[in-house]
């Protein structure tokens, strides 16, 4: 297995280019099923989920093509090709491994009329069930029964009618699953407290430009009508919100000035404000963003929230950067049940962190150490990157698989920027 060393204390500065976001590459892969037609999306960043799911669509009779890109180029450019499904199960030996392959139910179930996923099972950050994708497909005609570990969905009579569907709390796969299933069933659809995160904009955005009828994009009110076919296109990912907020905190935590190249500003705002509150400046340029520190940070009072609130997914950063903070920073996780697992990583280092349920008190200290710590889930792995860049001597991470699966060619990006810091294979 691969280890990341880091050797703390440099000021990054230079630009950064951001890649496309893996979770809006991970809804965007299975619309390919809806149709068999061509569909080609470019801007796809190189991540191992990314070909996890092209070796899940493969294993579907989907073909999938990297076309016209340089090993050297950021972001790929693949073409699905879901002529015809020779298979309409998702096996547990893939799911187990990328919790993400539940988002090929729904558009699975919407083209053969049948779809066998296997459950996903639990993960580090708690135990993620997926009855609220099950509850929603049902509301639009699905027929669930779950046998031996998967779940068998049918449509009545080959085709889902539609229906309505309210979230008792807000799901972002679960919106995808629904919304992509509802795209081409026989009526309208009506999901109200969807997702309203970005990447559900990217997905219905590219459903539309495969031919779907969805109104109210954006808002927590998505109206589908549904229609008979859906035909090919060619769709660019977003930039990634999440890996551009992870750089963004690690300007603040080296003191140094960064621009983050291809990052929409709007997409994460409540980021933005929660750095600027910190004591970070924050500017829109016109190929991004750019955040600058000057090595003081002051302690925040952060809660994680759907969005537009402050990202489950940024906390752990977050959480980084706020063992330098001139002062205790409260965090509250309110979204999953055990996203601590990078404290006791990060203590290793010299953090004073006390967590109490789902608050964690972050005390600021003047120095961390580095240690050799063990990454657990993809975002506490960047928060033990992070702590590296600012510690005092060498930071080991281990199980660094961890990394590759949400932040594409992570070592390269820093060093371009200034970090000393480089990967060692284990063999
Ligand atoms: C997506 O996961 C993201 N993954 C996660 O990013 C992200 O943290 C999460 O949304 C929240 O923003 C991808 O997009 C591939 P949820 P998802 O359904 O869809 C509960 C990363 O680091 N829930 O919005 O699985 C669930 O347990 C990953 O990039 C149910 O109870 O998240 C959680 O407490 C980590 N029943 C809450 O809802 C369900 O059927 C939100 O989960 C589904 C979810």
């Given at each position: 297995m691969d280890r990341i060393l880091i050797r703390g204390g440099n000021r990054l500065s230079g630009r950064l280019p951001i890649s496309g976001a893996k979770n809006a590459a991970l809804?965007?892969?299975?619309?390919?099923?809806?149709?068999?037609?061509?569909?080609?999306?470019?801007?796809?960043?190189?991540?191992?989920?990314?070909?996890?799911?092209?070796?899940?669509l493969n294993q579907l009779g989907a073909?999938?093509?990297?076309?016209?890109?340089?090993?050297?180029?950021?972001?790929?450019?693949?073409?699905?090709?879901?002529?015809?499904?020779?298979?309409?199960?998702?096996?547990?030996?893939?799911?187990?491994?990328?919790?993400?392959?539940?988002?090929?139910?729904?558009?699975?179930?919407?083209?053969?009329?049948?779809?066998t996923v296997s459950l996903p099972g639990g993960c580090a950050i708690g135990n993620r069930p997926i009855d609220l994708h099950l509850k929603a497909l049902e509301a639009i005609g699905a027929?669930?029964?779950?046998?031996?570990?998967?779940?068998?969905?049918?449509a009545p009579g080959g085709r889902l009618p539609g229906g309505r569907f309210s979230f008792p709390?807000?799901?972002v796969g679960a919106t995808e699953n629904v919304v992509m299933a509802a795209a081409t069933a026989r009526g309208t659809s009506v999901?109200?407290?969807?997702?309203?995160?970005?990447?559900?904009?990217?997905?219905?955005?590219?459903?539309v430009a495969m031919g779907a009828h969805i109104d109210g994009i954006g808002t927590e009110r998505l109206e589908i009508e549904g229609?008979?076919?859906?035909?090919?296109?060619?769709?660019?990912?977003?930039?990634?919100?999440?890996?551009?907020?992870?750089y963004a905190c690690a300007a603040a935590i080296t003191g140094g000035s960064l621009e983050l190249v291809g990052v929409k500003a709007a997409d994460m705002r409540a980021t933005i404000d929660a750095l600027v509150e910190a004591g970070v400046s924050v500017a829109e340029t016109k190929d991004g963003i750019r955040v600058s520190a000057d090595g003081r940070l002051r302690p925040l009072t952060l809660s994680t929230a759907p969005y537009p609130g402050f990202a489950t997914d940024m906390q752990a950063q977050f959480m980084a950067?706020?063992?330098?903070?001139?002062?205790?920073?409260?965090?509250?996780?309110?979204?999953?049940?055990?996203?601590?697992?990078?404290?006791?990583?990060?203590?290793?280092?010299?953090?004073?962190?006390?967590?109490?349920?789902?608050?964690?008190?972050v005390r600021g200290v003047d120095h961390m150490a580095g240690a050799q710590v063990m990454a657990t889930d993809l975002r506490a792995s960047m928060s033990l990157i992070l702590a590296g860049l600012a510690a005092e001597g060498e930071t080991q991470v281990s199980r660094v698989y961890h990394l590759d699966r949400g932040y594409e060619r992570l070592e390269e990006k820093l060093q371009a920027v200034g970090a000393d810091i480089e990967r060692a294979s284990d063999g």
């Open positions: 809804t965007l892969m299975p619309c390919a099923l809806l149709t068999d037609e061509p569909v080609t999306l470019r801007n796809l960043p190189r991540l191992a989920d990314v070909d996890g799911f092209g070796h899940l073909s999938t093509s990297i076309e016209g890109t340089r090993p050297e180029d950021f972001g790929r450019v693949m073409t699905i090709r879901a002529g015809k499904l020779t298979s309409t199960e998702a096996p547990y030996d893939i799911v187990r491994k990328m919790r993400a392959s539940i988002l090929v139910l729904g558009p699975i179930l919407a083209r053969a009329g049948v779809a027929e669930i029964e779950m046998a031996a570990g998967y779940v068998r969905a049918s709390i807000v799901s999901i109200e407290n969807a997702a309203r995160e970005p990447e559900i904009v990217d997905l219905c955005n590219c459903l229609v008979d076919r859906l035909h090919g296109a060619t769709y660019a990912v977003m930039p990634d919100r999440i890996e551009a907020g992870s950067m706020l063992c330098r903070a001139d002062g205790a920073s409260v965090l509250t996780e309110t979204i999953f049940e055990n996203r601590y697992m990078h404290v006791p990583e990060l203590a290793r280092m010299g953090a004073d962190i006390q967590v109490r349920g789902r608050t964690a008190v």
